[in-house]
């Protein structure tokens, strides 16, 4: 089972920038295809990007052309580079990775965005 472990979330301004990066550990990194997800208060979890094992990406309607997902498989990590944000991004961010039945969920990171 693969261990995640998220960074790069705070207070951003909107319209700011901020890159997340989820380190995985414990398993074979290149092998998992790697998401990211968020909460923000009072909501569900809602699918914000994912990237295939072999780099194929695809996101939310909400962060189409204003996030990008990438992975450094020799780095064992997972990046979500935010621009353009909007105080609507606020949220617990979190990292998933997934294999076959196998699946892990990081902890999370916060995102503020202020208006």
């Known amino acids: 089972q693969v261990q995640l472990v998220e960074s790069g979330g705070g207070l951003v301004q909107a319209g700011g920038s901020l890159r997340l990066s989820c380190a995985a550990s414990?398993?074979?990194?290149?092998?998992?295809?790697m998401a990211w997800h968020r909460q923000a208060p009072g909501k569900q979890r809602e699918f914000v990007a994912f990237?295939?094992?072999?780099?194929?990406?695809n996101y939310a309607d909400s962060v189409k052309g204003r996030f990008t997902i990438s992975r450094d498989n020799a780095k064992n990590t997972v990046y979500l580079q935010m621009n353009s944000l909007k105080p609507e991004d606020s949220a617990v961010y979190y990292c998933?990775?997934?294999?076959?039945?196998?699946?892990?969920w990081g902890r999370g990171t916060l995102v503020t965005v202020s208006s």
């Open positions: 990237i295939t094992s072999g780099g194929s990406t």
């Open positions: 414990g398993s074979i990194f290149s092998d998992y295809k």
């Open positions: 998933y990775a997934e294999k076959y039945s196998l699946s892990s």
